[in-house]
């Protein structure tokens, strides 16, 4: 599993554990016998989407990327790896992140600075959390038929932290 983290490169063991902490594939390498150095089979076909997700963020923070774009990247993941993840990710002051997701957790989605909501290809709305809220419009409908938690298919979310 290290290999496919870190592509055979040389990192410190301090920053690979501190990347794996990070992406949330700490509680996994702890379960495996072999660890850190678990054979995953070729193109991650060992691992489940979820677990293939985690390295795919372990990969792009290892390579300390000042960028990332997630669409969908905890999709495979139950909702508290994913919100942990996530909370993770916008913890890092130097990363700016733009988000596509169909989850609407209010307890990240306060923690970024913009949301643009589309429907059917178009910007329907822009704004923060709380002004999408206090607006009572498209996006206020969408978070509150769940309570809050939404898995949807008819729009996307597209959210940035900085």
């Known amino acids: 599993m290290k290999e496919n983290i870190v592509l055979f490169n040389d990192y410190s063991n301090n920053y690979l554990n501190e990347i794996i902490e990070k992406s949330g594939l700490k509680p996994l390498i702890n379960s495996l016998d072999n660890g850190l150095n678990t054979y995953v089979g070729e193109s991650g076909c060992n691992l489940s989407g979820g677990e293939r997700q985690r390295i795919a963020i372990a990969r792009a923070l290892v390579k300390n990327t000042p960028i990332l774009i997630l669409d969908e990247a905890t999709s495979s993941l139950d909702n508290e ?62 978070y509150t038929i769940e309570g809050g938690l939404i898995d949807g298919s008819e729009s996307k979310y597209l959210s940035a932290a900085e």
């Open 81 to 142: 790896t994913a919100f942990k993840i996530e909370n993770s990710l916008i913890d890092i002051k130097e990363l700016t992140i733009l988000v596509v997701t169909h989850k609407l957790i209010g307890n990240i989605l306060e923690k970024y600075d913009k949301i643009i909501v589309i429907k059917e290809g178009r910007i329907k709305e822009i704004g923060t959390f709380q002004e999408l809220i206090d607006k009572k419009g498209y996006f206020y409908s969408l």
